[in-house]
Nanobody, 118 residues
Framework: VQLQASGGGLVQSGGSLRLSCSASGFAIRSHEMRWERHVPGKQRELVAR???????YYGESVKGRFTIARDNDKNTLYLQMSSLEPEDTAVYFCNAAVVTLSGVKNYWGLGTQVTVSS
C-alpha cells in the first residue's frame, strides 16, 4: 500500500488549492479515505473523510470550504480547498483505513505542505 499526496504550495488568504493523493496497492473505492493535517506542536486534525458509500464528513473548521472526492478509475483521492485562511497552514496527509482479514489497518503517505499567507 502506498499513498502519495501532492498539490500543496503557497497561496494567499482567500485562495484555493487542490490536493491529490495517488494510491497504489489497493483500491480506494473499497476503503474509507481521509485527509488529515498537522501543525507542529498541535494534535493531528481530521479534515475530511469519505466512506465507501461516498458519504462525506468534514471537520468543523473546514465545513463549507473544503470538498473531499475520489476518482476510482484513477485510484486518486482529492481535497478541493477554497477560501483558504492562514489557520489552514499545515502539512496535509492522506490516510487509508484498509480493511484486512485481521482488522482495519491505517496507512499514511508523505504529506504535502500548504502555506496560506495573510
Amino acid at each position: 500500500v502506498q499513498l502519495q499526496a501532492s498539490g500543496g504550495g503557497l497561496v494567499q488568504s482567500g485562495g484555493s488549492l487542490r490536493l491529490s493523493c495517488s494510491a497504489s496497492g489497493f483500491a480506494i473505492r473499497s476503503h474509507e479515505m481521509r485527509w488529515e493535517r498537522h501543525v507542529p506542536g498541535k494534535q493531528r486534525e481530521l479534515v475530511a473523510r469519505i466512506t465507501t458509500a461516498d458519504i462525506t464528513y468534514y471537520g468543523e473548521s473546514v465545513k463549507g470550504r473544503f470538498t473531499i472526492a475520489r476518482d476510482n478509475d484513477k485510484n486518486t483521492l482529492y481535497l478541493q480547498m477554497s477560501s483558504l485562511e492562514p489557520e489552514d497552514t499545515a502539512v496535509y496527509f492522506c490516510n487509508a483505513a484498509v480493511v484486512t482479514l485481521s482488522g482495519v489497518k491505517n496507512y499514511w503517505g508523505l504529506g504535502t505542505q500548504v502555506t496560506v499567507s495573510s
